[in-house]
């Protein structure tokens, strides 16, 4: 990773991770960097963007982001966190990116993607949706899947089954590529809990779950 983006990570990690969501940073941007080499994304864009659109998390109480995990919260309760969140994250990432007096043209472009990165409805550019996708991409990764079944006490194959059938959504996407690396790391979850219940029936998580 260029030296540039490597200094917009130190400059954002105090921020990150503050949803009781160890790794989604790190592993987003992971995903980012697959999509960029395959779907010849700008890496000046994408990367600086999937590594500061959640740094907005940083400004709210535990119990206002918690509103996005409470099964009870309405979908105005949720969209009013969301929308706040994102606010902050343009906050902070307009503020890192000055510091660093990066390009002003790839710089309203970035904050453009993480104004809107969760409420936006369809996709404004490639850069966007890639940005967008490697975010989703988290919940299919072992650390993503791992907390959402600790989280909501999901049985893993329920778990599955859910976020199998986002995969081909009209609109969840942006391109074929993060559906097969979604699909791809779907099978791994399955192996995974599978082997678990099998070697661990007592002692597994998995097993535990739900």
């Given at each position: 990773m260029k030296k540039i983006y490597t200094h917009i990570w130190e400059k954002a990690l105090p921020y990150q991770d503050k949803r009781d969501d160890a790794g989604h940073a790190f592993i987003t941007l992971e995903f980012a960097k697959q999509l960029v080499?395959?779907?010849?994304?700008?890496?000046?864009?994408?990367?600086?963007?999937?590594?500061?659109?959640?740094?907005?998390?940083?400004?709210?109480?535990?119990?206002?982001?918690?509103?996005?995990?409470?099964?009870?919260?309405?979908?105005?309760?949720?969209?009013?966190?969301?929308?706040?969140?994102?606010?902050?994250?343009?906050?902070?990432a307009q503020r890192v990116l000055q510091e660093m007096e990066?390009?002003?043209?790839?710089?309203?472009e970035i904050l453009e993607i993480i104004a809107e990165h969760d409420t936006r409805q369809g996709f404004i550019s490639k850069n966007e949706g890639l940005v967008r996708d490697a975010d989703k991409l988290w919940r299919f990764s072992k650390t993503g899947f791992d907390a959402d079944v600790e989280r909501f006490k999901f049985d893993p194959h329920f778990l599955h089954d859910k976020i199998h059938n986002q995969i081909d959504r009209d609109g969840f996407f942006s391109c074929d590529t993060s559906r097969e690396l979604a699909t791809l790391e779907l099978e791994r979850r399955k192996r995974e809990f599978t082997n678990a219940a099998l070697t661990h029936p007592k002692d597994s998580t998995y097993a535990q779950a739900g």
């Open positions: 080499d395959l779907e010849q994304g700008k890496a000046d864009v994408i990367l600086p963007a999937i590594i500061l659109h959640d740094t907005g998390w940083s400004q709210l109480s535990r119990a206002e982001w918690l509103v996005v995990f409470d099964t009870d919260s309405t979908p105005e309760q949720e969209m009013v966190v969301r929308l706040r969140h994102q606010e902050e994250s343009v906050k902070i990066y390009p002003s043209i790839q710089t309203v």
